[in-house]
C-alpha cells in the first residue's frame, strides 16, 4: 500500500513538474517575444529614417505563371491527342533618385506570355508556342520641387509590344507640367503640353497628336506583400478619336523567402488599335472611327512571384 501511495505521488510530481515548467517557458518566450517586438519596432524606425535620406531607391519584383499538358487517347475529348501550355511572366522594376531639390523618377513594367495548343491528328495546325500577352512599357519622369509636394516635371514614356509587331504600334509621350507627390510612393503627373508620337509601319490609321498626358502610380512593399497601380492617360486636343488610357496593376504576397504568389490585370481604351485590327485583321476595309466596335481591352497572369 505504501509503495503505491508512493508511485502516486511521484506521478503527481511530476505532472505538477512538467506543468510547472510549461509555465515558466512560456512565461520566457512572452518575455523574449517582447524584447523582439521592441526590436523590431527600432528597426522599423531607423529603416523609415534610412528610406526618407536623399539618394537612390531602387526594386524589382514580378510574377511566373505556366502549365503544360498532354493528352493521348483521351476520347472523353473533342481532339484526343494534344499537347497544350501555357506560359508567361511579368516585371516591374523601378529606380528613383530623391532628392531635396529634384526627383528622378524610373519605372518599367512588361509582361509576356505564350501559349501552346498542338492537335496531334491534324499536321497542318501550329505546333508550337504562339505570342499571347504582350505588354512592354518604360518611362522616365524628372522634376524640379517648386513647393514640399509640387514639382515642375518633364515625362518620357514609351510603349509597344516585345513579341510581335514591336514599335507597330509604338507610343512616346513626351511633355512638360505638374507632379504632384502628397504622400510617400503616390506620385500625379498632369501635363498639359504633351505630344504624343505614333509610330505605325505603311499606311495605318495611326497617327500622332498633341494632348494633355496624366499618370498616376502608387508603388509600395509592406512587410511581404509587393502591389503596383499605374494609370497612364492621353487626351488628344485633335480629336477624342487619337485618346488613349491603359490601366495596370500587379500584386504579390511572398510566402517562403522571396517566392509566392502573384496577380496583374491590366485595361486598356485605344480606339486607333481597334480600328487597326478591324482593318488590317479582320478585313473589314470600309470601318471608320465612328463604326468601329472599341471593345475594353483586358488581360490577367496569375502564377508564382519571385521579389528581388
Known amino acids: 500500500m505504501k509503495k503505491l501511495f508512493f508511485t502516486l505521488l511521484l506521478c503527481v510530481s511530476v505532472v505538477s513538474l512538467n506543468a510547472q515548467t510549461k509555465e515558466e517557458l512560456q512565461a520566457q518566450k512572452a518575455e523574449k517575444q517582447a524584447i523582439a517586438d521592441a526590436a523590431q519596432g527600432e528597426a522599423n524606425a ?18 511566373i505563371g505556366g502549365s503544360l499538358s498532354n493528352f493521348n487517347n483521351w476520347y472523353a475529348q473533342g481532339s484526343p491527342n494534344n499537347a497544350s ?8 522594376a ?22 501552346k495548343f498542338d492537335d496531334k491528328d491534324d499536321p497542318s495546325d501550329d505546333d508550337g508556342f504562339r505570342t499571347g500577352t ?6 522616365s519622369l524628372y522634376g524640379r520641387n517648386i513647393a514640399k509636394n509640387l514639382a515642375v516635371s518633364g515625362l518620357a514614356e514609351y510603349r509597344t509590344t516585345l513579341l510581335d509587331n514591336f514599335n507597330d504600334p509604338g507610343y512616346l509621350d513626351v511633355g512638360v507640367g505638374l507632379t504632384w507627390t502628397p504622400i510617400e510612393n503616390f506620385i500625379l ?42 494609370l497612364s492617360a492621353f ?13 495596370s496593376n500587379s500584386f504579390s504576397y511572398t510566402l517562403w523567402k522571396m517566392i509566392g504568389v502573384g496577380f496583374d490585370f491590366g485595361l486598356r481604351n485605344n480606339k486607333q488599335e481597334a480600328l487597326n485590327y ?8 470600309d470601318e471608320t472611327f465612328d463604326s468601329v466596335d472599341n471593345d475594353l481591352q483586358t ?8 521579389s528581388f
Open 46 to 63: 531607423l529603416q523609415a529614417k534610412i528610406d526618407a535620406l536623399p539618394g537612390w531607391r531602387k526594386g524589382a519584383f514580378g510574377t
Open 85 to 92: 501550355g501555357n506560359i508567361g511572366f511579368t516585371v516591374n
Open 94 to 115: 523601378f529606380a528613383n533618385l530623391i532628392e531635396d531639390k529634384f526627383f528622378w523618377r524610373n519605372s518599367l513594367t512588361t509582361n509576356l506570355n505564350w501559349v
Open 134 to 139: 504582350d505588354v512592354f512599357n518604360i518611362s
Open 189 to 230: 503627373v498632369v501635363h498639359p503640353l504633351n505630344y504624343n508620337f505614333v509610330f505605325a509601319d505603311g499606311d495605318s490609321v495611326f497617327e500622332s497628336s498633341l494632348g494633355a498626358k496624366i499618370v498616376a502610380d502608387y508603388t509600395r512593399q509592406i512587410g511581404a506583400v509587393n502591389f503596383k497601380t499605374n
Open 235 to 247: 487626351q488628344s486636343y485633335k480629336s477624342g478619336d487619337y485618346s488613349n488610357w491603359t490601366w
Open 278 to 285: 478591324s482593318i488590317e485583321t479582320l478585313g473589314n476595309t
Open 299 to 306: 488581360y490577367y497572369t496569375l502564377g508564382l512571384s519571385y
